[in-house]
């Protein structure tokens, strides 16, 4: 069964660096988005991305995030200058584009800012 | 108040248990709910989904929604210790949209 891949698994930064978190989706699917999770909280919205441009993004994504879908199949996530309440896991989603298909989720990135 | 709620449990059961796991929201434009399953540091596996009010069957898993009452649950039936995970409700407003997520309701089976 197809499924989401995302890399590194754990990703350990120092605070003010730059960090790209990768994600390859379902093959042919059109939505694509960015959760995260911090250690004992629930999943919460970044940013969902469709049509090559940002379609809706929460007030946690700020000028720091950027995503970019730069070939036919990678979709990442960067933050410019990380800092430690950006430690957090993050997941990637995508979603087909027919009928009301739900998303599908990777196993996630963990992002460790020291 | 919570866009989307959920007692976080934990909830304990014996093996073969009925199990009932409910979520509440506050969006009456919500139109889309989905049930995720989260093994520990493991991303949401969706276990089901549903489009407005009714039912909705998948093997030992039922989930129902009732709009008029903003009230989503999920029944497992014949509970297994492989089922002991966290469990996420997440309602959506369309097709393409973000999920809201509940906290989770952590759930553990005892065999």
């Known amino acids: 069964e197809p499924e989401v891949t995302q890399t590194p698994s754990h990703q350990v930064t120092q605070m003010g660096q730059e960090v790209i978190l990768r994600c390859v989706p379902i093959?042919?699917?059109?939505?694509f988005y960015w959760y995260r999770q911090i250690l004992g909280q629930k999943v919460e919205f970044l940013v969902s991305?469709?049509?090559?441009?940002?379609?809706?993004k929460s007030e946690i994504f700020d000028d720091q995030f950027s995503v970019e879908r730069p070939d036919g199949s990678n979709f990442t996530l960067k933050i410019r200058s990380t800092k430690l309440e950006d430690s957090a896991m993050y997941f990637c989603?995508?979603?087909?584009?027919?009928?009301?298909?739900?998303?599908?989720f990777g196993d996630g990135t963990r992002l460790s800012i020291l | 108040q919570k866009e989307v709620e959920q007692d976080p449990g934990p909830l304990s059961v014996p093996e073969g248990a009925i199990v009932s796991l409910n979520c509440t929201y506050s969006?009456?434009?919500?139109?889309?709910f989905m049930w995720y399953r989260q093994y520990s540091r493991k991303g949401p596996e969706l276990l089901m989904y549903?489009?407005?009010?009714g039912n909705k069957e998948d093997g030992r898993f039922t989930a129902q929604v009732d709009k008029s009452s903003k009230y989503i649950s999920l029944f497992i039936r014949d509970s297994q210790p492989s089922d002991s995970a966290t469990y996420l409700c997440?309602?959506?407003?369309?097709?393409?949209?973000?999920?809201?997520f509940g906290q989770g309701t952590e759930l553990s089976v005892k065999p």
């Open positions: 549903t489009y407005s009010s």
């Open positions: 093959s042919n699917h059109l939505y």
């Open positions: 991305f469709y049509n090559n441009e940002i379609s809706e």
């Open positions: 997440a309602p959506t407003y369309n097709q393409g949209g973000k999920l809201i």
């Open positions: 969006n009456s434009a919500f139109q889309y």
């Open positions: 989603a995508s979603k087909g584009g027919r009928g009301n298909q739900p998303q599908h």
